[in-house]
């Protein structure tokens, strides 16, 4: 097979799918055979669908010979394992979920599917989506490609690494606080969270509701243009989801970024943040500068609250969704519990790890008698601050300029036991969730040890056309290193 490597964009692969310098089924195979070779190393993906995969693939191959392909057909992509499948399990990488089987697909996965993408399986995550470092998984933790000694970022660490290290082509993840862009960032590829609405979220196992939104992690903004374009829009399914116009997520790029004006938050590029990783961002700003663009300092003074907020909210939120596992309806069941009680207490103890059973316990505090003014009503107060900010910034700037992550990716086992200083760690990547914004990250540089460091755009509400262009704009001058494995 000629014009293929595993690290060739989507757009590279669907040219060459295209051209018939190769076929669906030889790319899908050439993908499973990395799967293979490599996936015990990193542990990416949880479920990998071969057999499913190679006869999706020949069914591309015949929507090609006919004429007929869609910009993701043959193309092999990996999703996050709180996407339900339908006929495939989907376990939110939890003992609770651990043999569960969807009747049904995410309106995503059917979107998919309508272009005859390739699903090559599962990818690992942190527990029901509950972490930063996508070790919090039952069924053991995953590596990041270019240091396996050190995490990959969560919840999506799977879907990252996986793109990282040609494991796929591209993949979905979710973001409820950063969980797509900090991922992205420590794994050295472009992700991005859409506008809170703009991606049903039908079929997507809740964690909180209000902040959570699938999106694509590729090589390129420009892939994840494509992967956008393909799952976007209203879904009678979900009722917070968007009518949209036919948006054309690749019709600013190549634009002039004489007119456009960057802003950098003071309060982004405090101590809190490594200096290897700010001057990187500098850096970056600088070259926008290079470009045209207007670089201005701005601010956004309720930062400083806003991983409280973050927590509050999304704890409280869930401790009411995971109240649907009690061992009755579906999912793991413990095997004592004399009452009915008993059993699903039996149940919740055993079927969850420690971070999930901590953000039930955090949030059913939040939201008890007596506390729930003190704490949740005052989070919820505290978000309409940052939307109010968010709000006047962007009338003077078309984008925000920030780290994704305070530091580069981190060795396994040095914050997992340290949750407040885990959750410390989101300060960059929560308040685009709070503020339901659109967020784009991809690499800017790397450390003295060769790992990524990223950078992130935050944008006005349905406007990731913009952040797509400015982000490919940079990348074209960008030079990307591989993981080595």
Do not use: W
């Not at 899908?28 to 070779?37: G, V």
């Amino acid at each position: 097979m000629t014009g293929f490597d595993a690290f060739s964009s989507v757009a590279a692969l669907s040219a060459g799918l295209q051209s018939r310098a190769f076929s669906a089924p030889e790319l899908t195979q050439a993908y499973l055979d990395r799967i293979a070779a490599l996936n015990d190393r990193l542990n990416a993906y949880i479920t990998v669908c071969a057999d499913e995969a190679m006869r999706q693939a020949e069914a591309a191959q015949r929507r090609i010979d006919a004429g007929q392909a869609d910009a993701l057909t043959g193309i092999p992509l990996g999703i996050k394992d709180n996407i339900c499948t339908s006929g495939v399990r989907t376990t939110c990488a939890s003992r609770m979920l651990e043999t569960f089987v969807p009747p049904y697909d995410a309106t995503v996965i059917a979107r998919l599917k309508a272009q005859d993408a390739v699903l090559l399986g599962k990818l690992n995550m942190d527990e029901f989506a509950m972490g930063g470092s996508s070790q919090t998984s039952y069924f053991g933790g995953v590596k990041n490609p270019y240091d396996t000694s050190r995490v990959p970022g969560g919840s999506s660490g799977g879907s990252a690494a996986a793109v990282a290290a040609g494991l796929c082509a591209a993949s979905l993840g979710s973001d409820t606080g950063g969980s797509i862009r900090q991922p992205a960032a420590f794994c050295g590829v472009t992700g991005l969270k859409p506008t809170y609405g703009a991606v049903s979220r039908y079929g997507l196992v809740a964690f909180a509701s209000s902040l959570d939104q699938i999106g694509p992690i590729a090589r390129t903004a420009r892939d994840c243009a494509l992967l956008l374009s393909a799952v976007a829009g209203r879904d009678e399914n979900d009722g917070t989801s968007r009518a949209l116009p036919d948006v054309d997520y690749l019709a600013r790029v190549g634009m002039s970024l004489r007119d456009v004006t960057i802003g950098l938050p003071q309060e982004f590029f405090e101590d809190y943040v490594s200096e290897e990783v700010r001057a990187a961002v500098q850096a970056a700003a600088e070259h926008f500068r290079s470009l045209g663009a207007t670089l201005k300092t701005v601010s956004l003074p309720s930062l400083r609250y806003a991983v409280a907020s973050y927590y509050l909210i999304s704890s409280a939120e869930a401790a009411s969704n995971l109240s649907r596992y009690d061992g009755i309806k579906y999912g793991y069941r413990a095997q004592t519990g004399e009452t009915y009680e008993e059993l699903i207490k039996n149940t919740r103890r055993e079927g969850f790890g420690s971070e999930v059973k901590r953000r039930i316990v955090l949030g059913n505090y939040a939201l008890s008698s007596g506390y729930y003014d003190a704490y949740y009503n005052r989070a919820v107060q505290i978000r309409g601050r940052i939307r109010e900010e968010y709000a006047a910034l962007l009338r003077e700037c078309d984008c925000i300029l920030t780290p994704t992550a305070p530091t580069v990716s981190y060795p396994i086992g040095q914050q997992e036991n340290d949750p407040v200083r885990m959750y410390s760690a989101d300060i960059c990547s929560v308040t685009a969730n709070i503020a339901g914004l659109p967020a784009l990250s991809t690499p800017c540089g790397y450390n003295a040890q060769g790992l990524p460091i990223g950078m992130c755009l935050t944008g006005r509400a349905f406007d990731e056309a913009t952040l797509i262009a400015l982000a490919d704009a940079f990348e074209s001058d960008f030079s990307r290193r591989e993981a080595q494995l």
